[in-house]
């Protein structure tokens, strides 16, 4: 037991640990990384989602067919507006949808989920059938 053990010193700059500091930071760094990944792959859409479903429901106008948050489908028929803080006219909470011929409900804006777009198909024209000479 003459021969003592010897122990790896961490290297120092004027008496400050350069590998305590870069052990230190080395521990954080993936934490950094899930933050990073989680924003861009789940916070970021998240945001851009509930901000196009809030332009959607400022844009609502009459005619436009709509499904609530209980499946409802419907067809927007009367979009009251009110008088805001300031005297201009602001979109009211409250919208009539007919879900039915004459039979007309009172929904809030915010159950709405979807407003459906009528969208052109992308089917070819058919051909013209050739005229038979008589």
């Known amino acids: 037991m003459l021969i003592s053990s010897a122990y790896a010193q961490g290297a120092s700059v004027g008496g400050?640990?350069?590998a305590g500091a870069f052990g230190s930071a080395s521990q954080f760094l993936p934490l950094v990384l899930i933050?990073?990944?989680?924003?861009f792959l789940l916070i970021?859409?998240?945001?851009?989602?509930?901000?196009?479903t809030r332009r959607m429901l400022s844009e609502l106008k009459r005619g436009d067919r709509v499904v609530t948050g209980g499946g409802i489908l419907g067809v927007v028929q009367?979009?009251?507006?009110?008088?805001?803080k300031d005297g201009k006219?602001?979109?009211g909470s409250e919208i009539e949808v007919e879900i039915a011929p004459?039979?007309?409900?009172?929904?809030?804006?915010?159950?709405?989920?979807?407003v459906l777009r009528p969208e052109a198909a992308n089917d070819p024209k058919p051909a013209?059938?050739?005229?038979?000479a008589s």
Do not use: S
């Not at 970021?44 to 196009?52: M, T």
């Not at 009367?78 to 805001?84: D, F, I, L, N, S």
């Not at 004459?102 to 979807?114: F, K, P, S």
């Open 35 to 39: 933050f990073v990944v989680f924003y």
């Open 89 to 91: 006219p602001v979109a």
């Open 44 to 52: 970021r859409p998240q945001q851009q989602k509930q901000k196009e």
């Open 78 to 84: 009367r979009v009251p507006t009110v008088a805001g």
């Open 102 to 114: 004459n039979l007309r409900v009172t929904v809030l804006r915010e159950t709405i989920t979807t």
């Open 128 to 132: 013209a059938k050739p005229k038979k």
């Open 16 to 18: 400050f640990d350069l």
